[in-house]
């Protein structure tokens, strides 16, 4: 282990290594050779809740799959108002553009609860391309599944109302669950406002009038989706 990062070795790699992998699209059709040599070379890291993965602009972290835990990545303006891009699940993979084009890391990741992390470096993903072929293609759909969320959410910024993000999010959320509800104490309106690109003041604005509307309710700790149909008609 080296800085709190320990190197697999195929000795020690778990039975579940092989269905996670197949989680990430340009590792999904690999053979089990393959598989074999991707997770010997992976770094597996613990990130404690709050705590950093990367930084933009640090030099490539390498690819990242979240194993269990949950993080997200985002991006500080100057004056240190925080975007969140997405939010990394168990089986979800991030910072695959560094990985191609060796610059630095395009956005910032921090762990929102207690994850464990695998890494590929740069130079271990260079040698994996160069014995498996496959790869690179897989690499370049991947990459443009990423361009056309980008895209969206560019579009989301640019055209939707306050209100309509927060719709869209609330949708999400909820859709993530088991129920149509989310937990106030874990979405803030801070924790809101960073995802949809606004400040806290507008989202409590725009929570209010879907209150208003019978489109969403508050349960203590809870708000909760009334008229899902209703949303849906905002975004």
């Keep these: 282990m080296v800085n709190g990062t320990k190197r697999r070795t195929n000795s020690d790699v778990p039975d579940r290594t092989t269905a996670l992998l197949r989680r990430i699209p340009y590792f999904a059709g690999l053979s089990a050779s393959e598989l074999a040599a991707v997770a010997g070379c992976r770094l597996e890291r613990v990130l404690e809740s709050g705590q950093i993965g990367f930084l933009e602009g640090d030099p490539s972290a390498?690819?990242?799959?979240?194993?269990?835990?949950?993080?997200?990545?985002?991006?500080?303006?100057?004056?240190?108002?925080?975007?969140?891009?997405?939010?990394?699940?168990?089986?979800?993979?991030?910072?695959?553009?560094?990985?191609?084009?060796?610059?630095?890391?395009?956005?910032?990741?921090?762990a929102v609860e207690r994850s464990v992390v695998w890494v590929w470096t740069t130079t271990c993903m260079d040698q994996l391309r160069r014995d498996i072929p496959d790869l690179n293609e897989r690499v370049v759909q991947s990459l443009a599944g990423r361009c056309r969320e980008l895209v969206d959410k560019v579009h989301s910024l640019s055209f939707l109302s306050v209100t309509a993000r927060l719709a869209t999010f609330l949708l999400e959320q909820a859709s993530a669950g088991s129920d149509e509800e989310l937990d106030r104490r874990r979405w803030t309106q801070e924790h809101m406002a960073a995802h949809v690109g606004t400040v806290r003041e507008m989202v409590g604005r725009a929570l209010r009038g879907l209150e208003r509307d019978?489109?969403?309710?508050?349960?203590?700790?809870?708000?909760?989706?009334?008229?899902?149909?209703?949303?849906?008609?905002?975004?």
Excluded: T, W
């Design 62 to 110: 390498g690819l990242l799959l979240v194993v269990n835990g949950r993080a997200k990545i985002y991006r500080l303006s100057v004056d240190g108002r925080e975007q969140v891009l997405a939010l990394i699940n168990p089986g979800d993979s991030c910072n695959e553009v560094p990985v191609v084009d060796r610059g630095p890391n395009p956005a910032s990741l921090m």
């Design 214 to 235: 019978g489109l969403i309710r508050f349960d203590r700790h809870r708000i909760v989706i009334v008229d899902r149909q209703g949303l849906e008609s905002l975004r």
